[in-house]
C-alpha cells in the first residue's frame, strides 16, 4: 500500500505576494468598516439606511428593484430601510400603490445629509490615512481597474 503525500504542494512565486495583499486588505477592510459604522451612527442611521441612502443620486429615481440590485440585497430589507428614510423625510417613493414597484428619490433633505455623510466617511478615512496625494492617485486607478474587472465580470 502506497502512503499519500500530505505536504502542501509547493506554492507558486507568485503565491506568497497575493496572500500579503489578501491580508492587508482585509485588515483595511476591517478599519473602514469601523470607520464607516463610526460615522453612520453620528448622522442615527444604520448601516443599511446608510448604504442606500449613499446608493441613491440626487434627481435620480430608482425602482425598488433596482436598489437592491445595487445593494446586493433582499428587497424586502430594502423596503424597510427605505421606509425608514422616507419617515426621516430623507426620501419620497413615487408611482404605484405598491411599495415594492415604486420608485425612490432623495428629498433635499436627503441630498444635504447624503452630502454630509460623504464629507464625513472621506474626513480622516483608514483607505487613504498616511498616503500622499500621488499615492492616493496611484490607489485610485488600482480601484477603478478592480472595480472595472468586478463589473465586466460580475465577480
Known amino acids: 500500500m502506497q502512503s499519500q503525500d500530505t505536504r502542501a504542494p509547493a506554492a507558486p512565486a507568485d503565491e506568497e505576494p497575493i496572500r500579503e495583499i489578501v491580508a492587508l486588505a482585509t485588515g483595511l477592510a476591517s478599519r473602514m468598516w469601523a470607520h464607516h459604522q463610526a460615522r453612520v451612527a453620528e448622522f442615527d442611521l444604520s448601516g443599511p439606511e446608510a448604504k442606500a441612502l449613499l446608493r441613491l443620486e440626487p434627481n ?18 430594502v423596503t424597510v430601510s427605505v421606509g425608514r428614510l422616507e419617515a426621516r423625510g430623507l426620501v419620497s417613493r413615487q408611482g404605484a400603490d405598491d411599495r415594492r414597484v415604486r420608485g425612490v428619490v432623495l428629498t433635499d433633505a436627503g441630498v444635504t445629509l447624503r452630502a454630509r455623510l460623504e464629507t464625513r466617511l472621506a474626513e480622516d478615512s483608514p483607505a487613504v490615512r498616511g498616503l500622499s496625494p500621488d499615492e ?3 490607489l485610485r486607478d488600482v480601484l477603478h481597474r478592480l472595480d472595472e474587472h468586478a463589473r465586466v465580470t460580475g465577480v
Open 60 to 77: 435620480r429615481c430608482l425602482s425598488m428593484r433596482e436598489l437592491s440590485a445595487l445593494l446586493h440585497a433582499n428587497p424586502s430589507n
Open 136 to 138: 492616493r492617485e496611484v
